[in-house]
């Protein structure tokens, strides 16, 4: 069964850092990163980063130069590296991935179980 787990949340202070981690697990022939999204308590699930066609990130324009995408394939893992952290980036975090299960099956989106983001002092 093709997982993606999420791990990494916790309780920061403002201005502090956290390293989100996504890991792929199970057994699937081929896994494309889409990106992580984060919804706060009584707000729609909105875009953090997502990695374009071209292979590139977008992020959204209120963690521009305080969140960082990157991806290690040989794990099957991605990142999103959070610095100068804001009550406001307080969330739950989901990684997205579309994974081919098998050469012949279509792919699908998955997405991770979420993990909770808590900025406060």
């Known amino acids: 069964q093709v997982q993606l787990v999420e791990s990494g949340g916790g309780l920061v202070q403002p201005g502090g850092s956290l390293r989100l981690s996504c890991t792929a697990s199970g057994t699937f022939f081929s896994i494309v990163p889409k990106g992580w999204y984060r919804q706060a308590p009584g707000k729609q699930r909105e875009l953090v980063a997502v990695?374009?066609?071209?292979?590139?990130?977008d992020y959204t324009d209120s963690v521009k130069g305080r969140f960082t995408f990157s991806r290690d394939n040989a794990k099957n893992t991605t990142y999103l590296e959070m610095n100068s952290l804001k009550p406001e980036d307080t969330a739950v975090y989901y990684c997205n991935a579309r994974i081919r299960p098998t050469r012949i099956s279509m792919p699908y989106d998955y997405w991770g179980q979420g993990t909770q983001v808590t900025v406060s002092s």
């Open positions: 990695v374009t066609n071209g292979g590139s990130t």
